[in-house]
């Protein structure tokens, strides 16, 4: 079998590895065992690269990655969601969601954002640019400062807001393990691993690479260390090695 080709975004972080929505992908390519290699794409080049290989555009008819393409069949695949539908679909062995599950894992992606991530994405997307490259932090400042309607970098998230929506996160987070709790077992759908913990995990390797230490400890301490320890499991399930606390104890943050 050849590699599929996944398309990430690098930063200034060692390992360059980020984004959340391309360690979903990540993740689903190491549960299933597949070959990958990994072709890195600067934000203010997504666009054209994305055109250029033939991908559709996602919601809000933007480019963005995760994008794969499987030379072992010509598909090119644009979205961490239809992706892992596509691999289900194509590489049975080992399903990310299970058979009649599909829309019950995308409304708990919704749901999952809703709860913990759109109420803390300012704060995040402000210490997201401290690791951006310099060629493509102009681009992604722009396309921010759009994206949340504002006109100054300074007023996405002001200190005392900034707070906010720190606290906001963990109250989300406490939403979050309550689920799991209900859940009968150590994933989200009981004793059946699936996309969406692949989803909560991706989030939290967006967290362990864009907050500080103190942060990213009291993250893993929370709710008896449930966070550190999902971490671990996917990893272990999956394979892969992805948003280790060790991996993003860098020094500029």
Request: aromatic share 10%; glycine share 6%; charged share 25%.
């Amino acid at each position: 079998m050849q590699p599929i080709v996944l398309y990430d975004i690098p930063s200034k972080l060692p390992k360059k590895k980020w984004a959340p929505n391309p360690s979903k992908t990540r993740f689903c390519l190491g549960h299933k065992g597949l070959p990958y290699e990994v072709i890195w794409v600067e934000f203010c080049d997504i666009a054209a690269t994305m055109k250029g290989i033939g991908a559709s555009p996602t919601a809000g008819k933007r480019y963005t990655v995760p994008v794969i393409k499987d030379p072992n069949t010509g598909a090119v695949v644009s979205d961490s969601h239809a992706i892992a539908k596509y691999l289900d679909e194509t590489y049975p062995d080992k399903p990310l969601i299970p058979r009649g599950a599909n829309v019950l894992v995308e409304t708990f992606e919704t749901l999952f954002l809703n709860t913990v991530m759109i109420p803390s994405f300012r704060l995040l997307m402000t210490r997201t640019l401290e690791i951006q490259n310099d060629i493509s932090r102009e681009m992604f400042i722009e396309s921010r400062l759009k994206m949340f309607r504002e006109t100054r970098w300074e007023d996405m998230a002001p200190e005392g807001k900034a707070q906010q929506m720190w606290a906001a996160l963990k109250r989300g987070l406490g939403v979050v393990d309550g689920w799991y709790q209900k859940s009968g077992g150590r994933w989200i759908m009981g004793d059946t691993f699936s996309f969406a913990d692949i989803v909560v995990v991706s989030w939290m390797v967006w967290w362990n690479a864009v907050l500080n230490k103190q942060e990213r400890q009291e993250v893993h301490a929370l709710h008896g260390g449930r966070w550190a320890r999902l971490l671990v499991d996917v990893n272990v399930e999956c394979n892969t090695d992805l948003g280790s606390f060790e991996e993003h104890s860098h020094s500029f943050l």
